[in-house]
């Protein structure tokens, strides 16, 4: 099944209306986000209707705070590979801008979701806002929903081991360098999705040669050394690996923009411009400056051993 994606909700054909569909920011697409899926997902089974989700894009929040720490788990490449592997048919990305910002409540019902989606059933978590001012809440789409032909409906806040399931606690986890915990209020390893560019190939001059990728606008895990999986999504190399990824600023080297470089166990090829999953699965070290070059070397030996060590037994 391939997902259609869309960013607008004007002009769609009929096919593409009518969805069941889920609608919020899914930041992660956490297990209380899947919780709201499925729940639009056995409406969709019973109305012979397509999957759908309502999302924006940007965030609102880099809307209203363009000023603010980065603070997304995922972008927007990674959020729709998530809900893709979920199978999900219509992924409705809605362009967050002035005009969608401008909206009342009861506007952004009638014109967004009724006359431009069509959607027959909505499926929302219950801290949900909406509208100019973030006037509509869960409670009113409700109300607003009936008043326009559409079934709403609240889903209950997922508990976790350790309280609610959100996207802030999953990002004060992954801060922290828990990426295992961060995974079980996930449902699934923490990803970070994106394109490869050319970096200063150091690592290739000390014999680990690296796929960079930017962690721009993103939330950052906690810098330093983990285990990874290693995904290629696009390209002649695509497959699934093993490797041990760095995140931070690279202390060696001088003062550098934060990013992410990997090293892919047993790979050989250049992946510039392809496009890449990384998913963290251990926590094996804080980032580091050492006083040579041997010995940084000899610790990134021992982190690929490690690194191994752990991936072998999942």
Same mark, same amino acid.
Not at 171 to 178: F, K, S
Not at 291 to 298: A, G, I, M, Y
């Given at each position: 099944? +391939?997902?259609?994606?869309?960013?607008?909700?004007?002009?769609?054909?009929?096919?593409?209306? /009518?969805? @069941?569909?889920?609608?919020?920011?899914?930041?992660?697409?956490?297990?209380?986000?899947? $919780?709201?899926?499925?729940?639009?997902?056995?409406?969709?089974?019973?109305?012979?209707?397509?999957?759908?989700?309502? +999302?924006?894009?940007?965030?609102?929040?880099?809307?209203?705070?363009?000023?603010?720490?980065?603070?997304?788990?995922?972008?927007?490449?990674?959020?729709?590979?998530?809900?893709?592997?979920?199978?999900?048919?219509?992924? &409705?990305?809605?362009?967050?801008?002035?005009?969608?910002?401008?909206?009342? !409540?009861?506007?952004?019902? =009638?014109?967004?979701?009724?006359? #431009?989606? /069509?959607?027959?059933?909505?499926?929302?978590? =219950?801290?949900?806002?909406?509208?100019? *001012?973030?006037?509509?809440?869960?409670?009113?789409?409700?109300?607003?929903?009936?008043?326009?032909?559409?079934?709403?409906?609240?889903?209950?806040?997922?508990? #976790?081991?350790?309280? !609610?399931?959100?996207?802030?606690?999953?990002?004060?986890?992954?801060?922290?360098?828990?990426?295992?915990? !961060?995974?079980?209020?996930? #449902?699934?390893?923490?990803?970070? %999705? *994106?394109?490869?560019?050319? #970096?200063?190939?150091?690592?290739?001059?000390?014999?680990?040669? +690296?796929?960079?990728?930017?962690?721009?606008?993103?939330?950052?895990?906690?810098?330093?050394? &983990?285990?990874?999986?290693? %995904?290629?999504? +696009? *390209?002649?190399?695509?497959?699934?690996?093993?490797?041990?990824?760095?995140? /931070?600023?690279?202390?060696?080297?001088?003062?550098? =923009?934060?990013?992410?470089?990997?090293?892919?166990?047993?790979?050989? *090829?250049?992946?510039?411009?392809?496009?890449?999953?990384?998913?963290?699965?251990?926590?094996?070290?804080?980032? $580091?400056?050492?006083?040579?070059?041997?010995?940084?070397?000899?610790?990134?030996?021992?982190? @690929?051993?490690? !690194?191994?060590?752990?991936?072998?037994?999942?």
């Amino acid at each position: 099944m +391939t997902m259609r994606s869309f960013q607008s909700w004007n002009d769609l054909n009929d096919e593409d209306r /009518g969805a @069941c569909a889920a609608i919020g920011n899914f930041d992660g697409v956490h297990i209380g986000h899947q $919780a709201v899926i499925e729940i639009a997902r056995k409406h969709a089974r019973q109305n012979n209707a397509p999957l759908g989700i309502v +999302t924006f894009e940007p965030h609102p929040r880099q809307v209203f705070a363009p000023t603010a720490p980065p603070f997304r788990l995922m972008n927007a490449e990674a959020r729709a590979n998530r809900l893709e592997k979920m199978e999900i048919e219509r992924l &409705y990305q809605l362009p967050f801008n002035a005009e969608l910002a401008g909206l009342t !409540a009861a506007e952004f019902v =009638q014109q967004v979701l009724v006359d #431009g989606l /069509g959607l027959s059933t909505l499926v929302v978590g =219950q801290d949900f806002k909406f509208g100019k *001012g973030r006037t509509g809440t869960a409670q009113s789409l409700v109300s607003l929903g009936k008043k326009a032909g559409i079934t709403v409906i609240i889903a209950e806040l997922v508990q #976790g081991e350790h309280g !609610a399931v959100s996207s802030t606690a999953i990002r004060q986890l992954l801060a922290d360098g828990h990426p295992a915990r !961060a995974a079980q209020m996930l #449902g699934h390893l923490h990803r970070i %999705d *994106g394109e490869v560019f050319d #970096g200063e190939k150091r690592g290739r001059e000390l014999g680990y040669p +690296t796929a960079n990728m930017s962690i721009k606008g993103l939330h950052p895990p906690k810098f330093g050394v &983990y285990a990874v999986k290693v %995904d290629v999504l +696009t *390209g002649r190399h695509k497959g699934s690996y093993g490797g041990a990824a760095s995140v /931070g600023v690279r202390p060696m080297f001088g003062d550098n =923009q934060p990013n992410l470089e990997t090293f892919i166990f047993d790979f050989s *090829g250049d992946l510039y411009g392809e496009h890449i999953s990384i998913a963290f699965v251990d926590y094996l070290r804080a980032e $580091a400056k050492f006083d040579t070059l041997d010995q940084l070397v000899k610790q990134i030996d021992l982190d @690929c051993e490690q !690194a191994r060590e752990i991936l072998a037994k999942i």
